[in-house]
Structures are given as C-alpha cells and as structure tokens.
C-alpha cells in the first residue's frame, strides 16, 4: 500500500517568515495530494490540494509542488503569521483505491 | 456548507463493553472514513465505505468493524474495548475520491 513520509515533524519559525513542510510517497498511482490543517481542538480542514497534472498551484500566502518524477510534494507558507500556528497534514490518494493516506503531521508555531 | 457531525466529542467506556460510534453527513456524499489520530501517528484509517453497505478495511480494522446501513450514517463499532483504543476518533466524507474531505469533530475515548 502507500506510505507517506512528512517532515520535519515540527517546526518553529518567527513571524513574516517562511516555512516548507516536505511530503514523499511510494505508490506512483497516486494522483492526488490534498494538504489539510488542524487548529488546536479543531477538525482539520483542507487548505490546498493538487493533482498530477499539475507542477505547482498557488492560493495567496500558500503553495505547494509536485515532484512525480522524485514522488515528493512540498507545502510552502510564505510571510508566515501566529493565526498559521497549526498541524499540518499532507495525504496522497489514489481515485481508483478511494482513499487516501496521512503523513504523521508536522506542528507549525509561529513566534510573534 | 457540508456537516458532518459525530455522536459524542467524550466517551469513557470499560475494558470489554461495546461501544458505538456514529458519524452523520447531510451532503449525499458517496464516501465515509473512520480514522483514529495518536499524537505523532498522524490520521490512521481504521475503515471506509464507498456505497450503502459497502465497506473496505483501511490500514488498522484489527478490533473494529463498522456499519454502513443509510448513505449518511456510517458507524464505528469496538466489539470489546481494550484500553490501547483509547484515542481520538475521526469521521470524514467525501463525495468521490479525488475530492476533500470533510471531517467531524471527533470523538474522545477513554477506556478504562
């Protein structure tokens, strides 16, 4: 089955900056990466996601990219802000199996 | 706007007892997953279904099943409790397999 790696598993950064969370995968079928936020106490939520058709997609401060050749895809925030202090979960699925499988997390903090 | 709602946010069982989960979507989505979230395990699929009565284990089914009677109620069911199910437990949606996912609020469980 799949098997997805995220890293780092937690990261700290000041406010403004930028922070990357890296994600590989195995199963080269797969052809969706969602990418979802969880908020201390909340349900996580999706805030990104791409297809395989796609190198990179972008929705104001976030971004993120695809490498299939290398099966690694990365979330980037840039001028990072308190209220982005969440665990981040990046997945991979496969339409034909309907699932998909969870990186462990990474807990962001940003530093005021 | 999706709903997804679950029947208890805490549940404190004994070692033994049964015990039952239900997660309720109002959106007619085809697509229903249970997970449980370990701190540092990410979201672990415990089981999923694609259709009324259709269900697929997902990559921890051991000491679970699940129920799958109405497009919008999907259950979990630990047949005997066992305190190493004590977690967080997460329902989520969807309506197709390349497509977000929608999840509850969770479920809490103790068990002593």
């Known amino acids: 089955g799949e098997n997805v790696e995220q890293h780092p598993s937690t990261l700290s950064v000041q406010e403004g900056d930028s922070a990357v969370i890296k994600c590989t995968y195995s199963?080269?079928?797969?052809?969706?990466f969602p990418w979802y936020k969880q908020e201390l106490g909340k349900r996580p939520q999706l805030i990104i996601d791409?297809?395989?058709?796609?190198g990179e997609k972008k929705d104001q401060r976030i971004a993120v990219t695809l490498n299939k050749t290398a099966k690694h895809f990365s979330l980037h925030i840039t001028e990072t802000q308190p209220e982005d202090s969440a665990v981040y979960f990046c997945?991979?699925?496969?339409?034909?199996?309907?699932?998909?499988?969870f990186g462990d997390g990474t807990t962001l903090t940003v530093k005021p | 706007d999706v709903k997804v709602t679950q029947s208890s946010r805490y549940l404190v069982k004994r070692t033994g007892e049964k015990v039952f989960l239900e997660c309720v979507q109002d959106m007619d989505h085809e697509n229903m997953f249970w997970y449980r979230q370990d701190p540092g395990l990410g979201l672990r699929l415990i089981y999923f279904s694609y259709d009324v009565k259709m269900k697929e284990k997902g990559d921890i089914p051991e000491g679970y099943s699940v129920s799958r009677e109405k497009k919008e109620r999907f259950s979990l069911i630990l047949e005997s409790a066992s305190t190493n199910q004590t977690s967080m437990y997460l329902c989520a949606s969807q309506i197709g397999g390349q497509e977000t996912q929608y999840f509850g609020p969770g479920t809490r469980l103790l068990v002593l």
């Open positions: 199963d080269s079928a797969s052809n969706y």
């Open positions: 997945a991979a699925g496969n339409t034909n199996a309907g699932k998909s499988t």
């Open positions: 791409i297809r395989s058709n796609v």
